[in-house]
């Protein structure tokens, strides 16, 4: 006489079943299917209710659900049955931050650089959270903790950047972003805060070619408007009318978008510069053999500030 | 040459990064640290090519071959970016195929000024299409200038200089060209072909010439050289150039055909027989019966052109000349004597009258043919007849490979 099989898989539960059911609900998961993945890994923990990793995907399952209370139990329960989870320490901490709790994150990612002190995304994050947290020299000392692990680590250069134009540092920041773009030249991050940078420095020269770059990666209408002013700037009035006309047409609801355009007429009925060939043009550097050939340098070194 | 390395770009000197840029043909023009950007964004995107999608220039580009240049326009101005000359290529064409032919030259100019050679010869097309075609041939010397031996620019060259009128130099440059490139031998047919369609029978004897001295077994190229030759009136230098494209190839139609036409030229009807029966065995055409029965009509030999005629009407029953001919060559009946039907006489009176002239004509250019072999003198209308053979000979030579898919210069 054979005992019935509902029995044997209740209590002496298959290591096969369970990884075929984290399996299942790994795919549901992975295919948008959250009702499926969360029914999956709850079969799973019913089975083997201390097993880790159906808590953490659990957990990643009801992130992406929007429970982020229910997340952040199953991301708690997972490093209760697994504290040196990397991964665990990591949705834990990322659930915090979208509940905006950035001094939880950031002890989490303590916790986490703890364990692992050369978990470089966990630096990061932790500089990230400081940075949200507005401590921004806490946080440059984790971005520097990043760089001193991996030099080329372009997102590091670019926060480090980002929190030295919060502080004011804006030379250093410039150098900062000046590596991001250097180790990861379409880094739509790095090239938008130079534009800051510049923006604040009033190099509109700079601002219209770091624009025109940006706007290669991502056609975005407030770019637009910046690169139009930009070109009012460097008195380029068709230059910033069709900026303008095109931030306005990429997002109708932006009123000083128009409003640039009214500028940019205005302006050109008394001066339209064409630069030609010369995408740097209000860039000008003293003594750049560049510039020394070039046919527009007066014009150049006037619009320069 | 092969890419210089990124580290190569990074550490090149001001003339080193200036002599790269010309050489990847990149705009060399504006301060050192934005030039070595654009030449390391070149050599980025050249090492790791990126997986195609489909973006805002591609669409500006489709709409402007669907037809619809002003959508193309508003998408190709949001294309352009400062160091970029393919929008302002784009937005120039579409420009052009809008109408608007003065922006156009304007954007292409622009293009050009970026460091696009290559915009010189859109330029040039904008520039033809508004009917300067000095400025047209300008412009592609401009674009010459960085590269001498581009054939491409060159035949654009040839092409406006031909529209322009200036012919003579159009062929030069042609000429020039072939000589440039002898591995373009084959273009010399083609260019015969052209020559030959546009009644330049000259100059297409010439690159049939150069043709065959490419390729001296091409038999297309030997028979369009005869049917040049014939028409241009060099009748002795045709006749041979058929008869050496016989030789390759005795059963060829089409030569024999356009032979028969020369030798009737040159004043030999019966060779002209002789050859045009032998191409109607071989290829039984209108034309070929049409030259074959007019011969003979020509050289008294009425039963054998009525059975032309007859051959020809069975391939094409409406053809006029065939049915005229059949009538005017037809034994004339004696006239019906008129029994009851003496108060219509006055009207078809004018039909035997008719045929009275009819006949007169028909027998007219019998005795002048006599005429012609008696005193050796090249007669009217002896010569007629044979004229009009050959003018209907001489066009099936080149049109009728064309038509009917024998080798085409292009496809040998």
């Known amino acids: 006489m054979s005992a019935p099989s509902e029995t044997g898989n209740r209590f002496l539960p298959s290591v096969d079943r369970l990884e075929a059911t984290v399996h299942e609900g790994r795919k549901a998961l992975e295919g948008a299917r959250y009702d499926e993945a969360l029914r999956r890994f709850n079969e799973a923990l019913r089975l083997k209710p201390e097993y880790d990793v159906a808590w953490l995907l659990r957990g990643h399952t009801l992130r992406r659900m929007g429970d982020l209370d229910g997340a952040l139990q199953s991301f708690a329960q997972s490093l209760r049955h697994n504290e040196e989870s990397e991964e665990g320490w990591m949705g834990l901490a990322a659930t915090l931050h979208e509940l905006r709790r950035y001094k939880e994150e950031a002890e989490a990612y303590d916790q986490l650089t703890k364990l692992h002190p050369r978990f470089v995304e966990a630096w990061l994050n932790k500089g990230a959270a400081y940075h949200d947290l507005k401590d921004y020299a806490g946080a440059i000392a984790c971005y520097d903790k990043v760089l001193s692990l991996r030099p080329e680590h372009a997102a590091a250069w670019n926060n480090k950047g980002a929190a030295l134009l919060r502080l004011g540092e804006d030379a250093r920041a410039g150098e900062c972003f000046r590596e991001a773009l250097h180790f990861n030249p379409d880094f739509y991050d790095a090239m938008v805060n130079r534009i800051f940078l510049f923006q604040r420095q009033g190099h509109h020269g700079d601002v219209a070619f770091w624009a025109d770059r940006a706007l290669r990666i991502r056609d975005e209408a407030w770019l637009w408007y910046t690169k139009g002013l930009a070109h009012l700037g460097l008195l380029e009035s068709t230059m910033a009318l069709r900026a303008f006309e095109r931030a306005a047409e990429l997002d109708p609801t932006l009123k000083e978008a128009r409003a640039g355009a009214r500028r940019a007429r205005v302006l050109r009925d008394k001066v339209d510069f064409y630069r030609g060939v010369y995408e740097c043009f209000g860039t000008h550097v003293p003594g750049d053999p560049g510039c020394g050939e070039c046919e527009i340098v007066a014009k150049c070194r006037e619009v320069t500030r | ?412």
């Open chain 2, 1 to 412: 040459m092969s890419l210089p390395s990124l580290a190569e770009v990074e550490h090149a000197d001001w003339p080193a990064l200036e002599r790269i840029c010309t050489s990847l043909g990149l705009n060399p023009k504006g301060r050192s640290e934005i030039v070595r950007m654009r030449v390391l964004d070149h050599l980025r995107r050249r090492v790791r090519a990126e997986a195609w999608r489909p973006g805002v220039q591609h669409e500006a580009a489709l709409l402007t071959r669907l037809g619809h240049p002003d959508s193309a326009i508003r998408l190709w101005e949001s294309t352009i970016q400062l160091d970029e000359p393919a929008p302002w290529v784009g937005l120039g064409g579409a420009q052009l195929n809008a109408g608007d032919l003065t922006q156009a030259a304007k954007d292409f100019d622009r293009a050009t000024q970026m460091g696009d050679a290559a915009a010189n010869l859109h330029r040039a097309e904008s520039l033809a299409a508004a009917g300067n075609f000095e400025g047209a041939v300008r412009a592609c010397d401009a674009y010459l200038a960085s590269r001498p031996r581009d054939l491409r620019g060159v035949l654009l060259k040839a092409v406006f200089l031909a529209r322009g009128g200036w012919t003579d130099e159009a062929s030069t440059v042609m000429r020039d060209a072939f000589e440039a490139h002898p591995q373009l031998r084959e273009l010399w047919r083609g260019l015969g072909t052209l020559l030959l369609k546009g009644r330049r029978y000259e100059a297409a004897a010439e690159a049939y010439r150069e043709s065959l001295r490419g390729n001296p077994k091409d038999e297309v190229s030997w028979v369009n050289r005869g049917s040049a030759l014939l028409m241009v009136g060099r009748t002795h230098e045709a006749i041979g150039v058929l008869r050496e494209a016989l030789e390759e190839d005795p059963h060829q139609a089409i030569a024999l055909n356009n032979l028969g036409v020369a030798y009737l030229r040159a004043g030999q009807p019966r060779s002209a027989v002789i050859n045009l029966e032998r191409a109607a065995k071989h290829m039984e055409t209108p034309q070929i019966l049409l030259n074959v029965a007019k011969v003979q009509e020509a050289t008294h030999q009425k039963p054998a052109a009525l059975e032309s005629y007859a051959r020809l009407l069975v391939l094409n029953p409406k053809d006029a000349e065939a049915l005229a001919a059949r009538k005017r060559l037809q034994p004339s009946k004696p006239p019906r004597r008129p029994h009851a039907r003496t108060t219509r006489r006055a009207a078809p009176r004018k039909q035997p009258v008719r045929k009275k002239k009819a006949t007169r004509k028909r027998a007219r250019p019998k005795r002048k043919a006599r005429s012609v072999r008696r005193h050796g003198q090249a007669a009217r209308k002896p010569r007629r007849v044979p004229k009009k053979a050959a003018r209907r000979a001489r066009k099936p030579g080149p049109q009728h490979r064309a038509k009917k898919g024998r080798p085409k210069p292009s496809r040998r």
